[in-house]
């Protein structure tokens, strides 16, 4: 921040300086609806308006709203009002009103003057009453903004009397008419037929050929039925709006029920809007989403693309009918020659027959201009190409070290150059490629290479896919993915760009397409049979069998590649992986030479295999260094989820969690969608359920957007787990009954097996869960399911034993509350000794790791323990336990039902009472007095540490005598 420039009634303004221009900044400060806000500039946006200075940019930050506009110098507020631009402002704000736009407050402060009038429109909620000189309409609607503007003008003094015409701030006016395309009917079909979201349109055509205003014309349409209209140029756009933290964020925001339109004109190559659209283009919502685009470029992830043709000579008459009256043959046929049919060239033409007679041989018009103006300087703008920033002139007047303005303005003066979007663009393409045909070859490729090494990336790569040299776009793409490979945070960017190029060539390269396996390797080895590929080698990745990996005798590298995708295909599908494939690995491992940074990531790819394999942690850690120091930030992902699996601490497993999701967002939303999942399931056995249910509707929402049956199949699962904790089994059955349809359906790990079965024991219906378990289904045998199964399976109490005692031997983070609960009465006959260890063991592991889930699950098994050794007062003081935990974490249901089994109560949270134990002798011994008190105390309250408040009082008995006394206040 620079300096403070000045206070106006709607907020204050800086001048600051961002990436090394000067900029403004106002801090709005007074009350904002945040949709009208930002609906209303979208609206102002696209009129794109020469006289209204709008925001570069919007932004949210603690609550404020933050704007952006470029410094606009020697622009002053203006101080007294004249009849001309009194007349200027009313056909301005009548315009709006017309358009659609609601301006509900208009003072001094927004009119800047310089050579004309620039409208700055205060679009805020409200104002305080004691603000002078300031008009406000608490009105929302189009038909205030005219009326604002009238009584503003009123209390200066002046009272507009204007004819009623269209609005144009040109000295002549001609009038610009519409005329409506059967496209715009058939995409309204479209958008009305609709079942499945979001709908993908894209209208497509030669540049001027009036893709813009179809689209506007359709969003005004949709606006009126309800349509949430967002107008976007690029993804900080749909940020703000939804202030959301990331992509996935966003996706998950924008399924929020108000349906809504997208609207994208001229979608670029290079743009960061192309990989998030993409992505929301595989999803569905249900929600009413359309995502409206404009582009010269025809995109493949569009469910209709509509290519808008030239005028017809028919269409062109009634285009010049409206606009001039009635209009000759010859006038109609010289029109649609010079324009080539397109309403864009048209427009420019209307614009300089305004002063011209229509009949005049004009055919030779441009060139006499486009020679007039013509120099080195306009001839090396047209490098950056047809559209530039003011970024990339800035780095160009940098290489060169030449000022371009008055290049510029006088292109601007003359047409051959306009503004759009905040965009410098030469107003034809034909104007563009004039001069850019005129530079040498030499001098092209010497400020391409110059661009390339100093323009910011995005630009760069924008710049290098906007290139007409087929070579030339190919080498600097390839060159910019090569440079940033290891770059994660760009890789869904290095994917889409790749795509972009090859299609431009319409025809697949070797190098394009081994670049593009490997980066959608890392998001997702598996993700790979998704794609698309021309040459076998990457076509067949993940086709292969371990037969014909056994016949080799030597893997080559890319032989790696398949290897890591037939082990997790195998696991993914709930599958043990074959002995041959294991044994591969460790082969591979020993004998391979993994010197350079790609070997490296196969070697720490096939020690992760390895690891899920074998559980060797040493594995794991070996596969953590290689991707610690050499950044494979997407293996880093996959072993800090294990280590939170291996965690024995709940704070471990959340801190890995955390990390695994701190690292997953930067490479892609899908990936970020497991850790999610896997702090959800902290959630459930932390016991914080309403938290936990909804993160669950979160994460089944988001499974549903990117279709991740995984992870939707999990959320099943976790649902399932609870039900089975409440106690409601039927409900638990339905639930994985439910995930076993999708697992099925999807061909992975049916892990509702593993529910079905545990739920079965749970509820008593031990011969259901024997028969699940004869069918010896591979998802029995994973993550120590394995023991919980052979001990249900046991034929007699000898062999049950053994698998005991085996079982002891082999310390196990799953299941083991589980099995504790089903097997309490059995094991307190067969080795109780054992058992109660193994139980307190695990009560002082949930304890430190405050699941308290699975904690009340073992109180109740210590109840059970008990009650079947005929402990009665250890029993009932576990059973205590249990239902005071169970209350604490909102599960009242269930200690209802622990309390009517015993028939006892309790109240629902820890009150302060005083406990009289009764008179004591004074000479009764002080240790055996508090252990009576102790085992009267731990009946009622479920600790086993308390403190106890002795208060000694005396009182005189009937005799005279003083006796002694003790009250024990505990609270």
């Excluded at 506009?69 to 056909?91: D, G, T, W």
Aim: glycine share 4%.
């Amino acid at each position: 921040m620079k300096k403070f420039l000045r206070e106006t009634y709607w907020g204050d303004e800086f001048l600051i300086e961002d990436d090394g221009e000067d900029q403004v900044l106002k801090i709005v400060r007074v009350p904002v609806d945040r949709s009208f806000f930002f609906n209303e500039y979208a609206k102002l946006k696209r009129f794109k308006l020469p006289n209204v200075l709008l925001p570069e940019k919007l932004k949210i930050s603690e609550g404020k709203f933050l704007l952006f506009y470029p410094y606009y110098h020697n622009l002053a507020p203006l101080e007294n009002l004249s009849e001309q631009v009194a007349k200027q402002l009313f056909r301005l704000f009548r315009f709006l009103s017309r358009a659609g736009v609601t301006i509900p407050a208009l003072g001094m402060d927004d009119v800047l003057v310089n050579d004309g009038v620039f409208l700055i429109p205060a679009l805020i909620s409200d104002l305080s009453e004691d603000v002078k000189g300031v008009v406000f309409s608490k009105k929302k609607t189009p038909q205030a903004t005219e009326e604002v503007c009238r009584r503003f003008l009123k209390i200066h003094g002046i009272e507009p009397h204007l004819e009623d015409r269209e609005f144009s701030f040109e000295s002549k006016e001609i009038r610009i008419p519409y005329i409506h395309r059967k496209e715009e009917i058939l995409i309204k079909r479209d958008i009305e037929a609709a079942q499945k979201f979001p709908l993908f349109i894209l209208i497509t055509g030669e540049q001027r050929v009036g893709k813009t205003k179809l689209a506007s014309v359709l969003v005004d349409e949709l606006r009126e039925e309800g349509y949430l209209i967002h107008q976007i140029s690029s993804l900080e756009d749909l940020r703000v709006w939804y202030d959301a933290s990331d992509e996935l964020d966003l996706l998950t925001k924008f399924d929020d029920g108000q349906k809504k339109v997208i609207l994208i004109d001229d979608l670029l190559e290079g743009s960061d809007l192309l990989s998030f659209l993409e992505e929301f283009f595989g999803l569905t919502t249900s929600t009413r989403i359309i995502v409206l685009t404009t582009s010269t470029k025809v995109f493949r992830f569009f469910h209709r693309v509509y290519r808008l043709p030239p005028f017809t000579l028919e269409e062109t008459q009634i285009f010049l009918e409206r606009a001039f009256g009635k209009t000759s043959e010859d006038q109609v046929k010289l029109m649609h020659s010079l324009s080539k049919g397109l309403p864009g060239y048209m427009v420019e033409l209307l614009k300089f027959f305004n002063k011209s007679n229509l009949r005049d041989n004009i055919v030779g018009i441009f060139k006499p201009l486009l020679r007039e103006l013509d120099s080195v300087e306009i001839r090396e703008l047209s490098v950056l190409g047809q559209k530039f920033t003011g970024s990339e002139l800035n780095v160009l007047e940098k290489i060169t070290g030449k000022d371009y303005h008055d290049t510029l303005m006088s292109a601007y003066d003359s047409g051959v150059i306009t503004t759009e979007e905040g965009l410098y663009r030469f107003t034809l393409r034909e104007f563009w490629k004039y001069y850019y045909n005129k530079l040498s070859e030499i001098k092209k490729k010497e400020l391409h290479e110059k661009l390339f090494e100093n323009l910011p990336d995005d630009l760069a790569i924008k710049h290098a896919l906007s290139l007409e040299d087929p070579k030339l776009r190919f080498f600097y793409v390839l060159r910019y993915v090569r440079k940033h490979f290891w770059d994660y945070e760009k890789t869904r960017s290095l994917i889409e760009y790749l795509k972009r190029l090859e299609e431009s060539f319409k025809k697949s390269y070797y190098s394009i397409e081994s670049l593009k396996m490997k980066l959608v390797f890392r998001i997702d080895p598996l993700g790979t049979e998704k794609e698309n590929f021309h040459f076998r080698r990457f076509k067949t990745l993940g086709e292969a069998d371990i037969n014909s990996i056994l016949q080799k005798g030597s893997l080559s590298y890319y032989d790696l590649y398949n290897l890591v995708v037939l082990s997790r295909s195998c696991r993914r599908a709930g599958k043990k992986v074959p002995q041959e494939i294991l044994n591969i690995i460790k082969r591979e491992l020993k004998e391979k030479d993994f010197s350079t940074k790609e070997r490296l990531y196969l070697k720490a790819h096939l020690l992760y295999e390895l690891f899920s394999l074998t559980e060797d942690r040493e594995t794991l850690k070996d596969m953590m260094n290689i991707a610690s120091s050499e950044g494979f930030l997407d293996l880093q992902v996959m072993g800090y989820r294990a280590l939170g699996l291996l965690s024995r601490t709940r704070a471990m497993s959340n801190y890995y969690f955390n990390h695994s999701l701190e690292l997953s967002r930067k490479i892609d939303p899908s990936l970020s969608i497991v850790d999610e999942s896997n702090l959800t399931w902290s959630l459930l056995y932390e016991g914080k359920i309403t938290n936990f249910f909804v993160q669950l509707e979160r994460l089944r929402k988001q499974a549903r957007l990117f279709e991740n049956a995984p992870i939707l199949s999990y959320t099943y699962f976790l649902e399932g787990l609870y039900h089975i904790h409440r106690k409601d089994f039927q409900k638990a059955e339905e639930v994985f009954r439910t995930e076993l349809e999708l697992e099925e359906k999807h061909g992975i790990e049916r892990r509702a097996l593993r529910g079905l079965v545990i739920n079965y024991l749970f509820s008593g219906d031990i011969e259901s869960a024997k028969r699940l378990l004869e069918k010896d289904e591979p998802e029995f045998d994973r993550f120590g399911f394995d023991f919980f199964k052979r001990m249900v399976l046991a034929k007699d109490d000898s062999e049950f034993l053994k698998i005991w005692k085996e079982r002891l031997e082999t310390p196990q983070k799953f299941f083991n509350e589980e099995i504790a609960y089903v097997f309490a009465e059995k094991l307190a006959k067969l080795d109780p000794e054992g058992f109660e260890e193994f139980l307190l063991e695990l009560e002082r592991e949930n304890v430190e790791n405050s699941s308290n889930l699975t904690l009340a699950l073992v109180y109740e098994t210590f109840y059970k323990f008990y009650s079947t050794l005929r402990e009665t007062f250890k029993a009932k003081r576990y059973l205590r336990k249990a239902i005071f935990v169970y209350n604490l974490i909102s599960l009242r249901e269930v200690s209802v039902k622990l309390e009517a089994e015993e028939k006892t109560q309790i109240e629902g949270k820890k009150p302060s009472f005083y406990l009289l134990i009764g008179f004591i002798e004074t000479e009764k011994e002080f240790s055996d007095m508090m252990e009576f008190a102790s085992a009267r105390l731990s009946e009622v309250i479920p600790y086993e540490v308390f403190s106890i408040r002795i208060i000694e009082r005396t009182r005189r008995d009937e005799r005279g005598e003083i006796q002694n006394f003790w009250f024990f206040q505990f609270e």
